[in-house]
């Protein structure tokens, strides 16, 4: 098999791989949290719609949160999630408590649980 022909494989290839990681690895993530993560409160501090949109051409929001989790010293979190409750840009949820979880280790993984969704467990 010639270079070029395992080159443009393997390329492809990581291409395939990069696209899958950019769709894919989101949803596994919030599901993650949403199924094992801590608990938590956060109060929203900054939201801005950003310029992204998923695959059914909504967009997602930026959030910035301050996360209160038991035993700990509140902290600052950026999320970018798509929140298909929310219509507009959401600055009117500019100090709003939600429910939130976060990943056992790692606090820099957040996700909100947000409002008419059933917890699992």
């Known amino acids: 098999m010639p270079t070029e022909r395992i080159i443009s494989i393997v390329v492809g290839s990581l291409v395939m791989i990069a696209i899958l990681y950019i769709v894919v690895w989101p949803h596994i993530r919030r599901r993650m949290l949403l199924n094992s993560g801590r608990p938590a409160r956060a109060v929203v501090r900054h939201i801005e719609r950003s310029h ?5 051409k909504q967009y997602l929001h930026k959030v910035v949160l301050e996360v209160h989790l038991d035993g700990a010293a ?8 798509l929140l298909p409750w929310l219509h507009g840009e959401g600055t009117g949820l500019i100090g709003t408590d939600f429910e939130v979880r976060v990943h056992r280790t790692n606090l820099n993984w957040v996700t909100i649980v947000g409002p008419r969704r059933t917890l699992p467990g």
């Open 74 to 81: 509140p902290f600052e979190a950026t999320v970018t999630e």
């Open 52 to 56: 992204i949109k998923n695959e059914n």
